[in-house]
């Protein structure tokens, strides 16, 4: 672009700020000069920038400054002082100071650490000062007098060691960055310096510019190749991402995704599970109820009889009287393998063998912290095979686990109401050099098989975490992070 061209592309801010760039001149500067906010001379630059007439330098400068407690004097020094003329115990020298626990604490290690004092066990322990620490308090310690040279800039400061000591405790000092742009013209820029600039185009359009204006001045042109800042398209959540893959890892393996209600009964989400009425899970710390009743399935009695005498498998049950009214009770549900108990009770000999998973959300009434969710997703999985056995489970759940990106995979016993045997799935941590749980698994037991498809079969079963796992890939310590809205 020519001097020409250029100077009819500049814009009336910019006509009013380029004349005022000397070299190496601030941003704060510029907008002293032509009395405009700091924000329209930064959009200006980054326009004169993209026209290559300027240079932007960005200088960061760490400022430091006094912290928020701003001592008059040190607590250790405010420590010694309380014995310097006799020994006394923690207690009352906290008492006489009037320093925190915290002071005290840290004042002790301090002057512990120096040989400025020293201990005295007695009856009760006695801190009394030593030849040191009288020498101390006759002159300004380093920490002091770095504190009286305070503000200043990071890059000036002498003893980098008491520095970085006073960067340790908290509240002594703080660091301020400042963010300065320079601004250096370029080559061109430098022509376009010697024009005396107008502004006698037009840049926007107004009523009274297109009814009689324009007939004496001429258009701003517009450069379509001018550099403009690169945008960030919209992606997907890495939750979602996430979802995708584990189901295309269970697809891939040739399963049939299920899906289903985040309303269910009791029944369906415990009872068809040979969960006992009277576990713990089902209590209101631990489950969402919702206020109303739901029906019952016609195979509930099948269920009943399982609870109460082990029905047609062999068990002798719960032994104890198996109420319709609990079973009928409303929730949200606390794991998916309510869909795969609903799917299985679908199920016809000829149908076999199947495998089903869902990724799903679940809800249980946890306490909120790093490691527990109130609603979180399940990776849920069942194969359904008169051929299925235990090591068919375990390879299941290593393939899967090392698609994720885990290459150990090892499994420990476990127990659960509705399997047997039971295991807990764990995975190595390659960076924490330690074993993770990410969930359980097991082969269903005959008093859930039975009732539900009406004969034994082999029925492989697995519900592992999802948030857990991929916050240990994404590095995330606290699961609460995975869904912050930033």
Partial sequence: MNIQNLVDSLN??????????????????????????????????????????????????????????????????????????????????????????????????????????????????????????????NKESPEEQFLKQLPIEEGKIKDKQIYENLKKRSGLIQIEIKKELFIQLTEQGKQLSKIKLESNTIDNLTKEIIQVEWKNKKFRPYDINVKVPRLNRSKRHFVDQAIKKIKRIWLDLGFEEIYGDHVHTAFWDMDALFVPQDHPAREMQDTFYLEHKGDLPKIYKKIKEAHEKGGDTGSTGYKYKWSEEEA???????????????????????????????????????????????????????????????????????????????????????????????????????????????????????????????????????????ERGIAEILKITDIREIYNND
């Avoid at 009406?454 to 999802?466: M, R, T």
């Fill in 12 to 137: 009336r801010l910019e006509i009013q700020i380029f004349p005022q760039i000397k070299e190496n001149i601030s941003l704060k500067e510029l907008a002293k000069k032509t009395n405009l906010q700091e924000v329209q001379v930064d959009k200006a630059l980054q326009d004169l920038e993209n026209k290559n007439l300027i240079i932007i330098n960005k200088l960061e400068t760490k400022l430091i400054k006094k912290g928020e407690l701003n001592y008059d004097k040190l607590p250790e020094r405010t420590f010694l002082e309380k014995i310097k003329d006799k020994q006394l115990s923690l207690q009352e020298i906290q008492k006489q100071s009037k320093l925190s626990q915290q002071e005290i604490n840290a004042s002790l290690g301090l002057l512990r650490k120096n040989n400025l004092i020293e201990t005295i066990n007695e009856k009760i322990l006695q801190i009394r000062i030593t030849e040191q620490g009288k020498n101390y308090l």
């Fill in 328 to 466: 009928s009770k409303v929730l949200l549900r606390t794991h998916t393998t309510v869909l795969s108990a609903i799917e299985i009770a679908k199920l016809k000999k000829e149908d076999l063998p199947k495998k089903f998973f869902s990724v799903n959300k679940v809800y249980r009434n946890e306490a909120l912290d790093w490691k527990h969710l109130f609603e979180f997703y399940q990776v849920e999985g069942i194969v359904i095979d008169p051929n299925a056995n235990f090591r068919h489970l375990l390879g299941y759940l290593k393939n899967y686990y090392n698609k994720l990106g885990y290459e150990k995979v090892r499994v420990r016993p476990a127990h659960f109401p509705y399997t047997e045997p039971s295991v807990e799935v764990e995975v190595y941590h390659p960076i924490k050099k330690q074993w993770v749980e990410l969930g359980g698994a097991g082969i269903f037991r005959p008093e859930v098989v039975e009732p539900l498809l009406g004969f034994e079969c082999p029925v492989l079963a697995w519900g592992q975490g999802f």
